[in-house]
């Protein structure tokens, strides 16, 4: 099934035709995200719009959480004195360096409900920072992105992970543009 990487309880997989029976038994919190992986999911890998990671629980076959990327950007809406990039403001770069960086977009993130608490997500992010830092080297890459739905849970725990904000306050968004420099 395309395995990736692992270890000896998981494995993180690709997506494809041979993971159609075990879809509909992901159960996250979020029916938006459980009907996209069941739905969506290879419909955009045929469109090359986005690629699904799995991680697969190795006893059950069974889908522990997933991770949908993409490319994207980061988009400050104007130069921020407390942005930094590379360790640098970006008011120390010259004047016409951009506002908008290359990225890799998290565009889908979910844990099924029996997993929840176990790392699995965090696990998939560290490996979807990977990806990242591989690419770069191949095209430009400099963030991995995502765009946290607007509750404070969600946005803490890219946090936890190292994200940050340009967003002050961020209470009544509907998301917030979270990123990780890579």
């Not at 997989?13 to 938006?32: D, M, Q, V, W, Y």
């Not at 591989?134 to 994200?163: I, M, P, S, T």
């Amino acid at each position: 099934m395309g395995t990736t990487e692992g270890n000896e309880h998981f494995y993180i997989a690709i997506l494809s035709e041979g993971h159609r029976i075990k879809l509909p038994e992901f159960t996250s919190k979020n029916n938006e995200l459980n009907e996209f992986l069941v739905k969506d999911a290879l419909e955009y890998q045929k469109l090359h719009l986005g690629i699904t990671y799995l991680l697969v629980d190795k006893t059950n076959e069974g889908i522990l959480s997933y991770i949908t990327l993409s490319m994207g950007a980061l988009k400050l809406p104007e130069k921020k004195a407390e942005f930094l990039f590379m360790g640098k403001r970006l008011q120390e770069y010259p004047k016409d360096f951009p506002n908008q960086f290359p990225a890799l977009l998290v565009g889908k993130l979910a844990t099924d409900e029996t997993a929840e608490g176990k790392g699995c997500a965090s696990i998939l992010l560290k490996y979807a920072a990977s990806i990242g830092l591989q690419e770069r080297e191949r095209v430009g890459c400099a963030f991995l992105v995502a765009h946290a739905k607007g509750k404070d849970e969600v946005v803490n725990w890219y946090k936890k992970r190292g994200f940050k904000t340009y967003i002050l306050n961020t209470a009544g968004r509907e998301t917030v543009p979270m990123y990780f420099e890579l």
